[in-house]
């Protein structure tokens, strides 16, 4: 199976904790790193965990509070000091651009690599980036500025055919893509092969879901139903849910609900106030109502595999 | 003595290391703590070094290349978000008000508390601050960006009188003032006291002086004469003189010659390339021309007294 995996790099809400960086991961995709938001010291703890900043191409940035994107300016002259000449690509709300220009025109800086900015400000669920074997989408999310999840789902790329089937049979190339696709065979003799007694199991697709920060909001359901594994923040426990819902943020067993609701396979929580030096209580209130609950520790690497 | 000390809170340069944050330092004189310069990073690093964030309530940024400012944003956030309500002065580049604001506004912010920014200008050694007991300058460097040094520096705060003077001539108020700027004085039967008979030994003044980003420029010489304690930075060993030069930055012989010729009383070198894992060379370099010399680490806590 290709690697799919998320690295948390913190997992701590507005301001750090001594144990908690501010919200930054890492989903490796097929071998592809990308980042999802930037915490202030990210850099630094990309370096902790051994994590190669050279090999991210395409960093996504959910919303502009602080603890989401400030260590994103640092990286991107460290890119730029080491050298880089690939591509990278940003993709967040608009005014990030100003912010990173203003930045770059008073350090007196031009970057040696191109910088390739995408702005997010769709409503919906909408494709951001696609290649050959995945897609990544946001979706929007209720929170106090405009704010973003993320989708990286796996696509299907073909079904795998009986060997077996394709020495006997020879079908031409054209044949087999039509099998690829889900189709019927039909040999000279008239006799018809069906789809799926000539194809292998599909893999089953694998996604994660990230959902930024967010109040408890049932709409985001549709958009990450069925996840493999959904990083939902638990900002607080429920005994705190007024102050969640003020600050627009979700509570442990909010978060779990929506996993719940959303069929999610496996759910992550995060985005821990500093309040909580500890995250059992956090993690014990999650899996009172969806079990299959871990909780995010800055550093952890979960692996994104059928079994979840 | 009056505490005064400086704590490192990251002695990299442009790219943080596995063992140095960028640029950032608080001093402590005469227990009030200030920052020079706050690199990514540096809130994380205060709580590191048990260094309490919310006695500061002034901040000096020597220029805006990001690894001397990038952790300041987070910073005023994390105050916003803990409550304060004092004053919190920034004295900096003129063009840092416009990143803050523009940083505020695209985070829907307003700080709960005062920020009062101080736009460095002058050309020339410059009172930026002055209480009872201590003034702080700036001065200009020569660097790729405009960019500024500090000197924190103690104030006479008059000699301290013999007592049994006092107790036998019982002089007035007025004449205590006189005799503290260095006056004599002359009791009614119009016997002279000289000022050195009747008044302790003044407390040699300590200062402390910042030489920030760097190219070797003896212009600085008069603005950090008969220091203390001078922090240099020494961004390459002397062999990468040319480097050094071409990127405005200073040498680890070089920082210890200006030392030399400032007559400094000590010196710490930092502001280490990333290349340089280990500051060993960089130092005996340094002590070669400069034998008092130190070299910085993160969270090394330096006291300024006149053993030095």
Redo the contacts between chains.
């Keep these: 199976m290709k690697p799919f995996s998320v690295t948390i790099l913190g997992c701590g809400s507005?301001?750090?904790?001594?144990t908690r960086?501010?919200s930054a991961q890492i989903v490796n995709i097929h071998d592809r790193l990308m980042m999802i938001d930037c915490g202030?010291?990210s850099?630094?703890q990309m370096?902790?965990f051994y994590i190669k900043n050279n090999r991210i191409n395409h960093i996504f940035i959910s919303h502009?509070?602080?603890?989401h994107y400030?260590?994103l300016?640092?990286l991107l002259?460290?890119y730029h000091?080491?050298g880089r000449t690939e591509e990278m690509h940003i993709y967040a709300?608009q005014?990030?651009k100003?912010?990173i220009d203003?930045?770059l025109?008073?350090?007196?800086s031009q970057l040696l690599y191109p910088l390739i900015f995408h702005p997010i400000t769709s409503n919906t669920k909408t494709l951001l980036l696609e290649n050959n074997t995945f897609k990544v989408f946001s979706f929007p999310v209720q929170h106090?500025?405009n704010c973003w999840g993320f989708v990286f789902e796996e696509k299907n790329c073909g079904y795998k055919i009986n060997k077996e089937f394709i020495t006997q049979e020879k079908p031409t190339i054209e044949e087999i893509q039509s099998i690829k696709q889900g189709a019927d065979f039909i040999n000279s003799q008239g006799v018809v092969f069906e789809n799926s007694d000539i194809v292998l199991p599909a893999d089953l697709l694998r996604s994660y879901a990230y959902s930024s920060d967010t109040i408890y909001d049932e709409n985001i359901i549709p958009f990450i139903e069925n996840t493999s594994l959904l990083y939902h923040e638990a900002t607080f426990m429920h005994d705190k849910a007024d102050v969640a819902k003020q600050k627009f943020h979700t509570t442990a067993k909010e978060a779990a609900t929506i996993a719940y609701k959303a069929k999610a396979k496996k759910l992550i929580i995060g985005h821990f106030s500093a309040r909580y030096d500890d995250n059992l209580a956090l993690l014990a209130e999650a899996r009172e109502y969806f079990p299959n609950t871990i909780a995010a520790e800055d550093g952890l690497k979960v692996e994104i595999n059928v079994e979840l």
């Design positions: 507005a301001t750090p904790s001594k960086n501010p202030e010291g850099q630094m370096r902790r502009l509070h602080g603890d400030l260590g300016m640092g002259f460290t000091l080491f709300p005014e990030l100003d912010v203003l930045q025109k008073v350090s007196n106090s500025v």
